[in-house]
């Protein structure tokens, strides 16, 4: 119970934060950024030490020449993770459409 009440907490503080900063990104940037707040950061922003393997930070994702899979840091690699999931990460290919993925990948080329 209260784990789930600060998993909202942490979504909705992520959507307001969204919501704040909307006026100074482009389109593709904002729905980018509450797309992975959405679907993406309760893994890949926090620790889960009841996971034996703990999702990789996806800051400077693109900065590396290869991705924590050792796949080339590419957006066809990335797109790809995405869609069919990897390891214990689930495939988003039911979930968001293409632009939505486009949105994120967009995004996360701008996390540093």
Same mark, same amino acid.
């Given at each position: 119970?209260?784990?789930?009440?600060?998993?909202?907490?942490?979504?909705?503080?992520?959507?307001?934060?969204?919501?704040?900063?909307? /006026?100074?990104?482009?389109s593709?940037?904002?729905?980018?950024q509450?797309?992975y707040?959405?679907?993406?950061?309760?893994?890949?922003e926090?620790?889960?030490p009841?996971?034996?393997?703990?999702?990789?930070?996806?800051?400077?994702?693109?900065?590396?020449?290869?991705?924590?899979?050792?796949?080339?840091?590419?957006?066809?690699?990335?797109?790809?993770?995405?869609?069919?999931?990897?390891?214990?990460?689930p495939?988003? /290919?039911?979930?968001?459409?293409?632009?939505e993925?486009?949105?994120?990948?967009?995004?996360?080329?701008?996390?540093?």
């Amino acid at each position: 119970m209260i784990r789930g009440l600060l998993v909202v907490g942490f979504i909705v503080t992520l959507l307001l934060i969204v919501w704040t900063q909307k /006026d100074q990104a482009g389109s593709a940037g904002i729905d980018g950024q509450w797309l992975y707040a959405l679907h993406c950061a309760e893994c890949h922003e926090k620790s889960h030490p009841e996971l034996h393997k703990q999702p990789p930070n996806l800051h400077g994702l693109f900065l590396a020449k290869s991705l924590p899979s050792g796949a080339p840091a590419t957006e066809v690699q990335v797109r790809k993770t995405i869609i069919e999931g990897r390891g214990t990460m689930p495939a988003f /290919d039911r979930r968001l459409r293409e632009e939505e993925v486009k949105g994120i990948v967009a995004y996360l080329r701008k996390l540093k």
